[in-house]
């Protein structure tokens, strides 16, 4: 019998109330489960108010779950027995704009925070400083700048360099591009897969953003009133185009130009989300002697 490949992450029967018990009370995730496997890049979707930030928040621990579980390398996370504090530094979460909860007086200094907290030696942790600026494509000699006096871009790098530096096993993101400019965004996204293909890392990456996902993950995660509406590769979402349109959710827009193509009876496939895919997709319908 062949064995079975244990997740990294198994959310099982999730669910959190917030102000339970009070005229305010919300029901943010309900009944959540999702296994996360090693080195998987995912992307969470969803509306605001789908229960996506409230998610990854318990697969930090920073969130205690009102019911279920939520197991790393098969050990409850909320359990009595559990360090939380060490499966932290394994489980590395970048918050949307954490430029601004960086705080030392250098950028070295920034992002030795975290290794310093784990207590290892001081050799390490400059070796770890190091390694993580080559890592986010910034200079060495930055290291004795103030965080302060660098760009924007820039200043996020650094606050993923001090995630990087824990050298955690699993890297969540919370909207990583959110007010980056077309250049910048593309920049983070080639940092993110560069992290992924040549570190091994396990991604979660939460995004609104249907053509982001797709660009970046192979496996998609949809997220609708605290409840998982869909997952699969981007090609199996994307062929469901029409259900996540009737659900408010939007799909990429060459995944709607493909749809109208097939409506008007061109024999086309819609579970198209890249121009490169739909250039397929065309160029063999003109080939096929339909006009495109």
């Known amino acids: 019998m062949e064995r079975q490949e244990r997740p990294i992450l198994d959310v099982r029967g999730l ?13 943010a995730l309900d009944h959540v489960s999702l296994q996360v496997m090693q080195g998987e ?15 990854i928040q318990h697969l930090n621990g920073l969130l205690k779950p009102t019911g279920g579980q939520v197991f790393f390398h098969g050990q409850d996370m909320f359990a009595k027995s559990a360090n939380l504090r060490n499966i932290r530094f ?9 430029e ?7 950028v070295e200094q920034d992002i030795a925070y975290g290794p310093m907290n784990m207590g290892l030696e001081h ?9 993580a600026l080559e890592a986010v494509g910034l200079p060495q000699d930055i290291s004795d700048k103030s965080p302060f006096e660098l760009s924007g871009g820039q200043k996020r790098r650094v606050a993923l360099a001090g995630v990087i530096a824990m050298q955690p096993e699993i890297l969540i993101l919370d909207e990583p591009t959110a007010g980056l400019d077309p250049a910048g965004r593309e920049e983070m996204f080639d940092l993110i897969r560069d992290l992924h293909e ?5 991604v979660i990456l939460v995004t609104h953003s249907m053509e982001d996902a797709a660009r970046v993950a192979s496996r998609l995660v949809v997220m609708k009133h605290g409840k998982i ?16 349109e009737q659900s408010g959710l939007t799909v990429p827009q060459v995944t709607k130009i493909m749809l109208e193509l097939q409506k008007r009876g061109l024999p086309v496939k819609a ?4 121009i490169e895919q739909a250039m397929v997709q065309l160029l063999a319908c003109r080939i096929g002697g339909k006009r495109c």
């Open 15 to 27: 669910s959190h109330v917030y102000s339970k018990g009070t005229p305010f009370e919300q029901k």
């Open 41 to 55: 890049f995912i992307a969470i979707i969803g509306h605001t108010g789908s229960g996506k930030s409230t998610l």
């Open 90 to 98: 394994q489980i590395g979460l970048v918050f949307q704009y954490p």
């Open 100 to 106: 601004y909860q960086l705080f030392e007086e250098t």
């Open 123 to 131: 050799d390490e942790i400059t070796r770890r400083v190091q390694d």
């Open 198 to 202: 040549k570190r091994g890392t396990t």
């Open 229 to 244: 509406f869909m997952t699969g590769t981007p090609a199996e979402v994307f062929s469901r185009a029409e259900e996540l």
């Open 271 to 274: 579970n198209c989300f890249t």
